[in-house]
């Protein structure tokens, strides 16, 4: 019977530990049922690019943004505000995994991240200025990834953004 109250009470200071006091949330997938986070380019000019994100009902945070390093080059994307470039990184638990090592390499070397915490107020629409510094031949696709945290639970998702899409009128 001890042994069954030590195990439960480790269990216990687990979930405490990654859920509560490292927000981290345990993630449940489903089909979506709900109106998900969507964005669009509303405007291109004096070298930035103007991205309108819908939120849903609910408090989601974008945790990232990313697309091809190469793209990310040719079109002079440097930065995002509120975000910051980070390296994707092999966890704890395949750190002798060569395959996951190759990935994560592989990913780092063709993708490029940037990393936060841009919190999204719920039902309404917010506006990203993405720099830019060569604006006449948008392409890419931009990727953005947002979370929902309730308790101990929560939720991720992602949508993009083809920037190919967005046309320029008139000359810049």
Do not use: C
Request: proline share 2%; hydrophobic share 40%.
């Amino acid at each position: 019977m001890k042994y069954i109250l030590i195990g439960i009470g480790i269990f216990v200071l687990y979930f405490v530990w990654n859920f509560m006091i490292m927000n981290k949330p345990i993630v449940m997938m489903n089909t979506a049922t709900s109106k998900r986070v969507s964005g669009k380019i509303v405007e291109v000019k004096d070298k930035f690019i103007s991205i309108e994100i819908d939120n849903n009902e609910y408090d989601n945070v974008i945790t990232s943004v990313s697309m091809d390093r190469n793209v990310s080059k040719e079109l002079g994307i440097e930065s995002i505000d509120g975000l910051s470039e980070e390296l994707m990184i092999v966890s704890e638990r395949e750190k002798d995994d060569t395959e996951a090592i190759e990935w994560v390499k592989n990913y780092n070397k063709e993708t490029i991240q940037w990393v936060g915490n841009l919190k999204l107020v719920p039902n309404q629409k917010t506006i990203i200025q993405i720099p830019i510094k060569n604006i006449k031949e948008l392409h890419g696709r931009l990727s953005f990834n947002y979370e929902r945290k309730v308790g101990f639970g929560g939720s991720m998702s992602s949508f993009y953004i083809d920037l190919a899409q967005y046309k320029i009128e008139k000359d810049l």
